[in-house]
């Protein structure tokens, strides 16, 4: 390996790790949400949310991430829906990344004990009341060493998204070895930038995790 | 009036009926043990009372308001005056003893936040854990949890308290600090219905008892009456069986 082009190749591959953390971060986030709402709805009484619920999750836990980006970016322009990659990528992430959510979060809610649904009702508290102020708080500390391995997954993942023209990381490591012929530093950056995030991302978790093992 | 009244009570699990058709009123500060054997559907029929359970058939007056399932904000406001201590404490273990204390007034009632701490530190040192304040449910005894759980309850200022076997899940040393607050409730002339297995507490403390078997009311009457002189064999060979 030549120092030189280690230097050459790092800021380019820099700035592509920056967009991949960007669509991380957003997926992620879009992704709870979305898997918050799943969850809700899958733990509904009504039948008919509970299906379409399920449906969605059936759906994108069962057919492969890269699958659902071609379609995505290279499907749907035929019926006239067109994305960026950059929205397709975030599109087909957090759809990605909510289905796998909804399942911890559904798991976690159902790991709270019963008696916490009967304290409130007892108290006279609302449905929502009942969610917000005792059982996510709960379920949140349940959940996040779950959610701490769907982040870091979420992250290595995004280097499908090169597939569909998004220039992250990955794409850029491809770019530039194809241009230089010179994969071994290309990857090797590559490789430590992935190890970097993956780092700082376990650290805040496990941080969190003792944060909230006060009680 | 009666502040609590059912009428027909009747509840099932599956093809397994509970208990069927029964009638229960409770006077305003009267004092209502029941007992029984395991399975007698007695804790079934508590837990009807502020509807955690469904009663299949029938109807539960709070205050002369009857509870509709079809009403459920309506049904709220009538639950929130009867407050409720579990076996299993069912603290929210991620809240302060403080934090225990003050939170439905607040989430519930819209308090402030003021006014309820005021409050709370009063009820808080009435069940003796002013020290507690600042403590999690999970640096504290059993009894000192079933404590909180009361104090939990009344900080909603409820009219009526119900007891569920609240000193079952406790060391036998511990039994005594709670009965001894559930005591201090009953003297302040709170209303309360208590299914315990402590027949000491009963004999002490009721007003009046409730025998429970198989889903039916077997025997009812004054401590005084039923634990000296029970008139049924089946309540006689229960009484018999407890040392």
Not at chain 2, 123 to 147: A, D
């Amino acid at each position: 390996m030549d120092i030189n082009i280690l230097r050459d190749m790092f800021p380019v591959l820099l700035k592509g790790s920056l967009i991949t953390l960007e669509l991380t971060l957003i997926s992620v986030v879009l992704g709870s949400l979305l898997g918050m709402v799943t969850a809700l709805l899958k733990l509904s009484k009504n039948k008919l949310v509970v299906t379409v619920a399920g449906f969605y999750t059936w759906l994108f836990r069962g057919t492969p991430m890269l699958l659902q980006l071609f379609v995505l970016y290279y499907g749907l322009p035929y019926i006239g829906i067109k994305f960026t990659p950059f929205q397709a990528a975030v599109i087909g992430l957090s759809l990605n990344s909510g289905a796998y959510m909804g399942e911890i979060i559904r798991g976690g809610i159902l790991s709270v004990d019963k008696g916490q649904f009967e304290a409130c009702k007892s108290l006279g508290f609302t449905y929502f009341h009942t969610m917000k102020r005792v059982i996510l708080p709960q379920t949140f500390k349940i959940i996040i060493p779950s959610v701490g391995n769907e982040f870091i997954t979420m992250l290595k993942d995004t280097s499908l998204v090169s597939t569909i023209a998004m220039v992250e990381i990955m794409r850029s490591a491809q770019l530039l070895y194809a241009s230089s012929f010179r994969p071994m530093e290309a990857f090797f950056i590559t490789g430590c930038l992935y190890l970097f995030m993956t780092t700082i991302f376990t650290t805040v978790f496990s941080y969190y995790e003792k944060r909230l093992s006060v009680y | 009036m009666y502040i609590i009244e059912t009428k027909n009570l009747t509840k099932k699990f599956g093809s397994l009926t509970v208990f069927e058709g029964l009638n229960v009123a409770v006077k305003k500060g009267e004092v209502l043990v029941i007992i029984g054997p395991s399975g007698s559907g007695k804790s079934t029929f508590l837990r009807c009372l502020n509807h955690l359970e469904e009663p299949d058939k029938g109807e539960v007056f709070i205050e002369g308001e009857k509870l509709n399932v079809k009403n459920k904000k309506h049904m709220r406001n009538t639950i929130e005056k009867v407050g409720m201590v579990f076996q299993n404490f069912n603290l929210f273990p991620h809240m302060t003893v403080l934090q225990n204390v003050m939170e439905a007034p607040i989430t519930v009632k819209h308090e402030s936040k003021a006014e309820v701490l005021k409050r709370a530190e009063v009820i808080i040192e009435k069940v003796g854990l002013k020290e507690k304040l600042k403590n999690y449910p999970s640096k504290l005894s059993g009894g000192q949890k079933q404590r909180v759980a009361i104090a939990r309850a009344l900080a909603m200022t409820p009219d009526i308290m119900l007891f569920d076997e609240p000193t079952s899940a406790l060391d036998p040393e511990l039994v005594g600090e709670v009965l001894g607050v559930m005591r201090d409730l009953a003297k302040e002339g709170m209303t309360m219905v208590v299914v315990t297995h402590e027949m000491g507490f009963a004999k002490e403390v009721a007003d009046r008892v409730i025998f429970m078997d198989g889903g039916k009311i077997v025997e009812e009457g004054t401590p005084e009456e039923f634990f000296t002189s029970p008139k049924k064999q089946r309540t006689k060979e229960f009484l018999n069986k407890i040392p």
